[in-house]
């Protein structure tokens, strides 16, 4: 099946910093969305992006369809405690199913 | 309270025990399926069903059943399980399966295949 490159695969930040993180795919999505994963729990849908080069925000967090329809970005700002765990990116692509394909995550830490 | 649930959570089982992990929603939603996840791998879909009756592979369906008898229930059946399939696995739905549809996941089942 389709394979996404999530970056980087984990990260060590200090709270209050900025966190980047981007998927990309050798393939054309028509729908990226991005996952927060807490320990224990399964993944929650934190933004869904529908038309390149859309920008969207949801609180800290604001992601970004590529224009290539290719890749997508997750930034967090000003980042807290609570945002620990692990980010996965997912792409759709409407080929009857809409199947789903995920990123490989990224794994934030925050060190106190 | 709209949810999906699964059972059990944790399961430790020996290769070749016949084992079903059940999934349920309460949100009358059309569409719902397996996840495997695994290290480094992420999510990857095992099975899907668009409705009731109505299943089809996904990405790594070797070595699992699915049945989709009643809208809300949607089981997963190991017939003959392998220590490779020893995985942290996830249900979901959503109301139609459209990409702007909202995946709701369960709280995930961890199993263990010796």
């Known amino acids: 099946g389709q394979q996404l490159n999530q970056s980087p695969q984990s990260m060590f930040i200090q709270e209050g910093e900025d966190v980047s993180m981007n998927c990309t795919s050798s393939s054309i999505f028509n729908t990226w969305l991005w996952y927060k994963q807490d320990p224990g729990e399964g993944p929650v849908l934190l933004i869904a992006l529908y038309k390149a080069g859309e920008l969207t925000s949801n609180g800290r967090l604001t992601a970004q369809f590529g224009i290539t329809r290719k890749d997508s970005f997750l930034n967090i700002s000003a980042s807290i405690p609570s945002d620990v765990g692990i980010y996965f990116c997912?792409?759709?692509?409407?080929?009857?199913?809409?199947?789903?394909?995920f990123g490989t995550g990224t794994r934030l830490t925050i060190i106190p | 309270e709209a949810q999906v649930t699964q059972n059990p959570r944790y399961l430790i089982t020996v290769t070749g025990k016949k084992l079903t992990v059940t999934c349920s929603q309460n949100m009358n939603h059309e569409y719902m399926s397996w996840y495997r996840q695994d290290p480094g791998l992420g999510l990857r879909q095992i099975y899907y069903s668009m409705n009731v009756e109505v299943t089809d592979k996904g990405d790594v369906p070797e070595g699992y059943k699915v049945s989709r008898k009643e809208k809300r229930n949607f089981p997963l059946i190991l017939e003959s399980p392998s220590p490779n399939q020893t995985s942290l696995y996830f249900c979901a739905s959503s109301f139609l399966g459209k990409g702007t549809d909202t995946q709701y996941f369960g709280p995930g089942t961890r199993l263990t295949v010796l």
């Open positions: 997912a792409g759709l692509s409407n080929f009857g199913n809409e199947k789903l394909t």
